[in-house]
Nanobody, 111 residues
Framework: QVQLVESGGGLVQPGGSLRLSCASS????????MAWHRQAPGKQREFVAR???????TYADSVKGRFTISRDNAKRTVYLQMNNLKPEDTAVYYC?????WGQGTQVTVSS
């Protein structure tokens, strides 16, 4: 089973920034489409960002222009740079590689 370990979450004030990391054990990491999803309190899990194996990216409208997804295939790691964070970004963020999901990391945006 592929293991995904998220890190970088925490408390941040509105307007601040965080960078999430997801370390993968996948042998053929470079072939996976990678994504970030999130689940806010009282809401369903939603798509945030995706980076395909070829490098093309897609973002949810709610984060476009503020978040950037990237990957380092040599390190088998995917990142989510989050800038200008808003209270509505508060959620548990999950790393996704194909059919595999990580355990999630908490991001809380509050004054």
């Amino acid at each position: 089973q592929v293991q995904l370990v998220e890190s970088g979450g925490g408390l941040v004030q509105p307007g601040g920034s965080l960078r999430l990391s997801c370390a993968s054990s996948a042998t053929f990491f470079s072939l996976y489409n990678m994504a970030w999803h999130r689940q806010a309190p009282g809401k369903q899990r939603e798509f945030v960002a995706r980076i395909r194996s070829g490098g093309n990216t897609t973002y949810a409208d709610s984060v476009k222009g503020r978040f950037t997804i990237s990957r380092d295939n040599a390190k088998r790691t995917v990142y989510l740079q989050m800038n200008n964070l808003k209270p509505e970004d508060t959620a548990v963020y999950y790393c996704v590689a194909g059919e595999y999901w990580g355990q999630g990391t908490q991001v809380t945006v509050s004054s």
